[in-house]
């Protein structure tokens, strides 16, 4: 924000120069350069020396506001140098590291979200065996939204603190434990009690898996695998519809539901002992010791000279959620009591729009790279405001169908930018706990969206030509589709300002922000050994001026 003008280092050029291989670096190797490492260290000292005289003196808060909406609205559209790389040649890229490190990450986040909606999917049959009435089922869900953040506090800190490796393994565990148990539970409080802690475990792997597949690959992949990893949610979702139609079609038990997602989980645990821990982190963990640092130091210091940039995250993931949440609640209810779709229209429906979501997440994922985050997610609240006419008012089922799949497709296509565009604009040494808690908070302030457009479409329902009631099975019928239409309609303006007014770091090189120094400039994986030489000319320093006084 207007405080941190002088933070944001400068992007790297991926369209055309080639990156170093590594840790979130490019395919191609860098070309051999006669710059020797003590030039480097002369121009790296006098840069941040230059920088910190600039930030000492103070300029006011005009000039600093107009200096960040200039950078603001010039970050909005960047004319591409050249044409968009080939999408199939990106999604085979990845060496056999990068692969497998990508694949526990997305099968840990498409689980955890198959898990989630096994609840509300379920929520019927689960009463009907308890003995209660639904919404004290659907409590569960709630319990789960509120928890995640905390979960999400804890293993994000976790994970910037001791690495990314073992917290996503015992978060993993945990909700596999979990899930088994839940299939067990025999009274509603135990049930309720087991998905709180589900909350936890759930709040932690979406922020750690992020951060740890995005850091570990390609740049110029970086947009197509945030779309991809983004929609295992998307896939978590298809994928509990469907388990849930065969389980209720051949008339099972609700909890198949759960101890499948315990199997499903375990494998997960076993294929990620085999994967690495993030070259970023061991980095960032270098720097805070050469730079003789603690934790907690460096906790303060993301506090003082980001504080702005978190507030800002924040806002946006919670119209982010809203956005999601918004559009797909409700929608099934919608589906079912006010358009009086049978179970397996419903079911077919659902399955088309989240087709749409997943194919949008990774297509406008892929192009965020090129044309930029913010257009993208600009772009996609245009078209969802176009598409919610269609969305709701259909004038059949293919209608509805379509509209469904387009808005979803928008949607999903703006959070398909969003693991890469948090983990780009988070602090270098906060890249497992920013993500994830800006998300986790976001979800807390949006968990009452469905609950919003009930109560709102119950209190408005539907009426007949003549003025009275629409009555359905003795009951009025709730207005669930103005009220989503005008729901969206909002959080996609609210949107739209948003991301209009924030910054983009569009293709940082994590591998050259693994930290920051005292005035919040950047430092790079290169430039530990400039503090290493700076160490040492200190040491040599002092122990020249020990030898002379002993002398004396």
């Known amino acids: 924000m207007a405080s941190e003008d002088h933070h944001q280092a400068p992007l790297p050029d991926t369209h055309g120069t080639p990156t170093a291989t590594g840790s979130g670096a490019g395919i191609l190797e860098e070309k051999p350069t006669t710059v020797t490492t003590e030039h480097r260290a002369l121009e790296k000292r006098d840069s941040i020396s230059t920088t910190g005289s600039a930030v000492a003196v103070s300029a006011p808060l005009s000039v600093r506001l107009k200096k960040h909406f200039k950078e603001v609205f010039s970050t909005v559209y960047v004319r591409p140098t050249e044409r968009p790389p080939n999408m199939f040649k990106l ?61 999400a506090l804890i293993f994000g800190v976790a994970a910037d603190r001791w690495g990314r490796r073992w917290p996503l393994m015992i978060d993993v565990l945990l909700f596999s434990i979990i899930n088994m148990a839940s299939g067990f539970a025999k009274d509603l409080p135990t049930f309720i009690g087991l998905r709180a802690v589900f909350g936890i475990a759930m709040g932690g792997e979406w922020g750690l898996g992020a951060s740890l597949a995005l850091e570990s690959i390609p740049i110029e992949a970086r947009g197509l695998f945030s779309g991809i990893y983004q929609e295992g949610y998307a896939a978590g979702y298809l994928l509990a519809t469907l388990v849930n139609y065969a389980v ?134 245009v078209f969802v405001g176009a598409f919610i006419p269609l969305w709701i008012y259909g004038p059949n089922i293919h209608a509805v169908q379509f509209g469904s799949f387009v808005l979803q497709f928008f949607v999903q296509g703006a959070w398909g930018v969003v693991p890469a565009h948090l983990n780009e604009l988070s602090p270098p040494a906060f890249r497992g706990l920013m993500p994830g808690l800006a998300y986790q908070l976001g979800n807390l302030i949006s968990a009452a969206s469905s ?102």
């Open 91 to 151: 999604l085979f890229c990845l060496n056999r590291r990068q692969q497998l490190t990508f694949a526990a990450a997305f099968l840990g986040w498409m689980f955890d979200a198959y898990d989630f909606f096994c609840v509300s999917l379920g929520a019927t049959y689960i009463a009907k065996d308890f003995g209660v009435e639904v919404s004290a089922v659907t409590s569960a869900i709630t319990t789960t939204l509120m928890l995640r953040s905390i979960g």
């Open 248 to 381: 209720q079609s051949t008339g099972s038990s609700w909890r198949i539901m759960f101890w499948a997602s315990a199997v499903f989980a375990l494998l997960i645990v076993v294929l990620r002992f085999w994967i690495p821990e993030s070259e970023t982190f061991e980095k960032t963990k270098e720097a805070r010791k050469i730079m003789s640092r603690s934790f907690m130091n460096e906790i303060w210091s993301m506090i003082k000279l980001h504080y702005l940039r978190v507030i800002y995250m924040i806002l946006l993931m919670a119209f982010f959620n809203f956005f999601s949440h918004g559009s797909q609640d409700l929608y099934p209810t919608f589906l079912l009591k006010q358009l009086n779709y049978s179970s397996t229209q419903q079911t077919v429906t659902s399955v088309i729009y989240n087709v749409g979501a997943i194919i949008g997440g990774i297509i406008i994922g892929f192009y965020s790279s090129w044309i930029g985050r913010k257009l993208s997610i600009m772009v996609c609240c």
């Open 451 to 552: 609950q919003i457009e009930a109560t709102i479409g119950e209190s408005y329902p539907l009426k007949n030509p003549d003025g009275s009631l629409l009555l359905r099975d003795g009951k009025p019928v709730a207005d669930y589709g103005l009220t989503q239409a005008i729901f969206m309609g909002v959080v996609a303006g609210c949107l739209l300002i948003c991301i209009t007014l924030g910054k983009e770091e569009r293709n940082k090189d994590f591998m050259a922000n693994v930290a920051e120094d005292e005035h919040g400039n950047a430092v790079g994986a290169e430039d530990l050994d400039i503090y290493r030489q700076e160490q040492g000319e200190a040491r040599d320093s002092s122990t020249d001026q020990k030898m002379a006084a002993e002398k004396n």
